[in-house]
Nanobody, 129 residues
Framework: QLQLVESGGGSVQPGGSLRLSCAASGFTLRYSVIAWFHQAPGKDREGVSCIFAGGDGTHYADSVKGRFTIARDNAENTVYLQMNNLKPEDAGTYYC??????????????????????WGQGTQVTVSS
């Protein structure tokens, strides 16, 4: 069974950091496009970052550039999202998603949610003082 499991969410003060993890089972993340989406309360799910299939190419939404870093650990079959200098508007639920048969192998955060055929259950991030 192809599955994604997120972890690492929590509650931090503005300016704090969190590292989210997205662990895969049943398939190899290295050959998939992996994206992180953010859903604020009452709003639609939006892409914040993604990493290309088979390589190290990445893309970030303007709102997180310079603060968030996506990385893949092939040995652990896990993708991480390092989030620094968190702001209150970063709060919400974070989902990782995989395009298991990725074409094209590149990605942007503007890609439709429909290109992703596997989703995790989400992890909650709270940013408040």
């Amino acid at each position: 069974q192809l599955q994604l499991v997120e972890s690492g969410g929590g509650s931090v003060q503005p300016g704090g950091s969190l590292r989210l993890s997205c662990a895969a089972s049943g398939f190899t993340l290295r050959y998939s496009v992996i994206a992180w989406f953010h859903q604020a309360p009452g709003k639609d799910r939006e892409g914040v970052s993604c990493i290309f299939a088979g390589g190290d190419g990445t893309h970030y939404a303007d709102s997180v550039k310079g603060r968030f870093t996506i990385a893949r650990d092939n040995a652990e079959n896990t993708v991480y999202l390092q989030m620094n200098n968190l702001k209150p508007e970063d709060a919400g639920t974070y989902y990782c998603a995989a395009s298991v048969v990725p074409y094209p192998p590149s990605c942007t955060t503007e890609d439709s949610k429909g290109r992703y055929n596997r989703w995790g259950q989400g992890t909650q991030v709270t940013v408040s003082s």
